[in-house]
């Protein structure tokens, strides 16, 4: 009992360093021990509240792993069909441009089926942040081929490993955004170490800053790992994107509004 | 501010209806023979005057998708297509009948099935009326007669909508939607300012967080939500039944028929009249709830029932369902966009039905 007042003494605010987000909820995380999800909410909801949004962000869950993710940060969300959030994305926020409005889609999701929903809205220049996971693999289903697999990289629907002469070459969805006049600013990050997860938080401010000048879409591209459908442990996972998904996916600005010619 | 009188079309009478029912967006695709509805609303850009979002979509997929997130945030939405285009929005239709959104669906139908004709049809009424989209759910179904009810059937459409937090689809055709008629226009509704508590416009402080969402893992939660919805359904069926009767008192044959083939009848009943034959019509205006009880009661007194629509025969299983055996159902139609005579409707009565 001494030790426990001991702890009290030392958690005062002056003391605080760091602390759960109040917009994440008590709901336990339904994720995969070491995935890259848990990671991305928890920085994403700590945005949202550093930013004073609480009241006014509207999030779009997309179908795939992170399709409860209307469980974990306390704010307003819409669920999707699978692929149809930036559509979703774009009723809300042509009715209610106030609004912060955002989807959290998967490479499937965002890669695939919803490939036309995607290039429309950046097309569109919808005044919403798309954060997009990419972690080359379709997860809640069980491990099968995505729009992202790697050359040669084995999933459930690709055992022998993805044979770009059959099954087509991965998609890189993001490079494809960043040549559309509609988007504002296209990154693509990652959130498995420390310095990752600051750089990914520091482009969803920026992306949340950028929606009040309505000059069009956020596109966040984070490259994330799945140790269960991978096969791997979390160490061995991060190890493994490190050295195949970022020489595929290399990380950083792809578009930024400095680049941009002024008008 | 007074009722107006307009020689519109029905796919006109459709979108300037929605403007004045102080529709809070539209969002549509392209599609023959219904895109008169997208073309006036981007001519009359209501965003100027009444703040109504238009918004031309890439898809019909897409198109319903943007009516779901704006159905989710509480607002008077609605998009429109025809039947192929329609199909393409089934999904988005079940995710909001599974979400209890409010919204509605103009379904200008053409012939099918496949790429099928631009010609008007009834092909999609076991679309509309039994689901058209997985699972258990039901759309209410307006079925619009006339350039008149095109343009009611949008306000009455959103009440319907909102009163039960349920998808609904105005079942129109190419006729109706093509076609010219004098029509009395509403006075301008305002937009409303208000939104539904279950609406997701950003938490405030003090209420728990609005979810939109058809997912449940449990198959037990599931069921009560489903029950939930046969509960409304039943509801719906109590209150909301509405059809029309054209010389059903003395009728001996009634015919029963929606839309442009109830406007056939309507003069098929005429002419049989003038040759002797007592018939009647009874007219379906919803078609889910369907009319099932006055059918039921005036099958007790007429001899046999003739249902013509424009398919292979898809409302007279529910006639039949209606009638339970009281009397012979029969059915009479033209399918791929070809529309019947009120001649050869007499003429099936008369020689293949009653002579036959």
């Known amino acids: 009992m001494k030790e426990i007042t001991g702890m009290k003494e030392i958690i005062k605010p002056e003391n605080l360093v760091y602390k759960k987000s109040e917009l994440l909820t008590e709901n336990i995380m339904h994720y995969c021990p070491g995935c890259g999800h848990s990671t991305t909410h928890r920085i994403l909801a700590e945005v949202l509240e550093e930013e004073g949004l609480r009241h006014d962000a509207i999030g779009v869950s997309p179908v795939g792993c992170s399709v409860f993710l209307y469980n974990y940060i306390d704010i307003d969300w819409q669920e999707a069909a699978h692929g149809r959030a930036p559509a979703v994305a774009t009723g809300i926020k042509r009715l209610m441009p106030e609004k912060f409005v955002f989807t959290y889609q998967g490479d499937g999701d965002l890669a695939a089926i919803g490939t036309s929903e995607t290039i429309h809205s950046c097309n569109r220049g919808e005044n919403i942040m798309i954060i997009f996971i990419n972690n080359g693999i379709y997860g809640m289903t069980g491990g099968q081929m995505a729009p992202t697999t790697l050359p040669g990289m084995k999933s459930s629907t690709s055992p022998y490993g993805r044979d770009v002469s059959i099954m087509g070459n991965p998609l890189k969805m993001t490079d494809i955004v960043a040549t559309l006049p509609g988007t504002y600013y296209v990154t693509r990050q990652s959130v498995h170490t420390p310095v990752n997860v600051r750089r990914t938080k520091r482009a969803i401010r920026k992306a949340v800053q950028y929606q009040k000048l309505n000059k069009g879409t956020c596109f966040i591209e984070i490259v994330s790992n799945c140790p269960s459908g991978w096969k791997m442990t979390p160490v061995q996972s991060n190890k493994w994107m490190e050295e195949n998904m970022f020489p595929f996916y290399p990380l950083g600005d792809l578009k930024t509004p400095e680049e941009q010619p002024a008008n | ?356």
């Open chain 2, 1 to 356: 501010m007074e009722r107006e009188l307009r020689l519109m079309k029905g796919n006109e009478a459709v979108a300037e209806a929605a403007i004045r029912a102080g529709a809070d967006g539209y969002f549509g695709y392209p599609i023959t023979p219904q895109s008169e509805i997208l073309e006036y609303l981007m001519e009359a850009n209501p965003y100027t005057t009444t703040g109504m979002v238009v918004l031309q979509a890439e898809s019909e997929i897409a198109a319903i998708n943007m009516v779901y997130g704006g159905a989710g945030c509480g607002k008077k939405v609605m998009t429109s297509s025809s039947s192929p285009g329609i199909s393409l929005k089934q999904e988005g239709i079940t995710y909001m009948a599974g979400a209890e959104l409010p919204c509605v669906v103009v379904n200008v139908v053409r012939g099918g099935p496949g790429l099928g004709t631009i010609q008007p049809s009834q092909s999609d009424y076991f679309q509309a009326v039994k689901g058209g989209g997985h699972g258990d759910y039901h759309l209410i179904v307006l079925a619009p007669a006339s350039v008149q009810e095109m343009a009611d059937f949008v306000g009455l459409g959103f009440d319907l909508a909102f009163k039960y937090r349920n998808p609904v689809m105005i079942l129109s055709d190419g006729a109706i939607g093509q076609m010219m008629e004098k029509v009395w226009l509403s006075p301008q509704k305002e937009r409303s300012k208000t939104v539904p508590g279950w609406a997701t416009t950003g938490k405030p402080a003090g209420r728990e967080r609005n979810i939109i969402t058809s997912l449940e893992l449990d198959p037990d939660r599931q069921e009560v939500f489903n029950r939930k919805l046969v509960v409304k359904y039943n509801e719906i069926r109590a209150n909301e039944v509405r059809c029309e009767e054209f010389s059903c008192e003395d009728a001996e044959y009634l015919m029963v028929a929606y839309g442009t083939s109830a406007r056939v009848c309507q003069k098929a009943v005429e002419l049989a009249r003038a040759q002797g034959i007592k018939a009647g019509l009874l007219r379906p205006i919803t078609l889910f709830p369907f009319p099932s009880a006055p059918i039921n009661k005036l099958a007790e007194k007429v001899r046999l029932i003739l249902t013509v629509e424009m398919s292979a025969g898809q409302m007279i299983e529910d006639v039949l369902l209606s009638v339970s055996g009281k009397v012979p159902v029969y059915h009479y139609g033209r399918m791929g966009g070809v529309v019947p005579t009120p001649d050869e409707v007499v003429d099936c009565l008369k020689t293949k039905i009653i002579g036959g």
